[in-house]
């Protein structure tokens, strides 16, 4: 079975692809897509949609594990997220994929037992679990690693 996992953002929406294989569990892929600060919004949103598009045509994932929303401090940042996000889910959802969400407290306790881990502890742990030789840069595709991890305990 392979998922792909989706830390979504308007800036920088990460993805990490894992494949599991009985018991085994590998990254077959990790990265990010980055849009171009200042493009208008709407231009941002088209390019994670065709970008996310190509990711799964090309890696032809069995499911799909995408952040949920957490409210931050700034609404106009939680509002483009959220969009990113719609169009994140939209674009799975046209690939007649199983999503699977996921909030930051459950990829928490997926990757480490404990909600409450700060981010490096997630990171180290998933570089231990799957045998990395370094955590992911930057931070969202790390994170993306995280939720893909915690949509292969919930893919069943």
Request: glycine residues 8%; charged residues 25%.
């Amino acid at each position: 079975m392979k998922i792909l996992g989706i830390d979504p953002g308007i800036g920088r929406t990460g993805y990490a692809l894992l494949e599991q294989t009985g018991n085994q569990i590998v990254l077959k892929a990790v990265g990010c897509i980055t849009t171009t600060i200042g493009d208008p919004e709407y231009s941002r949103l088209l390019e994670i949609r065709q970008d996310l598009d190509a990711l799964i045509r090309k890696f032809k994932p069995d499911a799909f594990c995408v952040e949920s929303l957490f409210f931050a401090a700034n609404a106009k940042t939680a509002m483009m997220v959220g969009q990113a996000r719609g169009v994140i889910v939209v674009t799975a959802a046209e690939h007649k994929l199983k999503i699977i969400e996921v909030t930051p407290l459950q990829v928490k306790i997926s990757a480490t037992g404990y909600g409450k881990a700060d981010k490096r502890q997630v990171q180290n742990m998933m570089m231990k679990i799957l045998h990395l030789k370094k955590i992911p840069k930057p931070d969202d595709a790390a994170d993306a690693v995280a939720i893909a991890w915690a949509g292969i305990g919930r893919s069943a």
